[in-house]
Every structure is written in C-alpha cells, then in structure tokens.
C-alpha cells in the first residue's frame, strides 16, 4: 500500500478522517485528546464501530489519554457504558497537570493510520493512512504521554 497524507480543514472533514481511521482499525486504537468532545465518540455510530472493533477480538484493545475526564463522566453515558462493558480491553488515563498545556490531539489505529489535530481549538488536521513512519513519533509520543499519566474514569458498579 502506499502512504496517504490528506490535510483537513473543517471538523466535518476531522470527525470523516476520523472514521476511516477507527474503520481501518484492526488491532488497536490510540486516542489523545483533551476530553473527547471534538471526535463525538458519543455518536451512535462511532459507538457501534467502537463496539464492533472490541466484539471482533479479544485481542483488541483502545487506550485514551485525556486532559479532562469530566465531560466523559458528565456528559456521556452511552461511552462510559462501553468503556465499562469492555473494561477489560479499554483504558482511559488522564495527563499529568504539567502536560495539560498540550494542545494537538491524535487517533492512532494499527501504527499505519492516524488522524492528527494540530491544536484541539481548531479544526485544521492530517489525515494519515498506511504510513508507519511518519505514525511512528507520534506514537511514541503517545506511548510517553501513557506511561506518565494515570488511571481515570471513575464507575458505579452495583450488584454481585
């Protein structure tokens, strides 16, 4: 396959890249963000296409960096009912308070495709499609950004 670099310039242009990303996705899904609330995870068919990635192998697995867990928890029910049925294969961590200044976010599939928000406040991004090398900082990057930050999301699990 050869690389595909597209820039993007509106959010509808973002949240479509985005889809072909988590549509590509066939082992993992990295996600940085401030609190998820460009990519609207929340939407009905983003959550099937997340649910259905999970449902196909148990092997599969999504990690999230977050700036800001609280919208999640406030204001997305729907997600934190499949961050919690699928608790075993996604991992939510929140950014140290001395990283919360980083402004780009970035969803990562497989090593090979990503979508890049150059900063969260604007639209502007890169849509990247079977390019590893040009994935590799940044997933490096995110594997940093992982290891200093730590668990989040908080779930009210009642019963036996």
Known sequence: MSSAYTLLTSEAEYRQACDRVLGRAE???LIFDRDLGALRLEDKARLEKLAGFLQADALRKIRVVLHDPGPVER???RLMQLIARFSHLIEVRQSPDNLRHLADTHLLADQVHGVRRFHVDQPRSALILDDQAYLDPWRQRFEE???LS???LRF???GL
Request: hydrophobic content about 35%; overall charge negative.
């Open 150 to 152: 730590h668990s989040c």
């Open 75 to 77: 204001n997305a029910p």
């Open 145 to 147: 950004l992982w290891e």
């Open 156 to 158: 009210n699990i009642t």
């Open 27 to 29: 082992r993992e899904i």
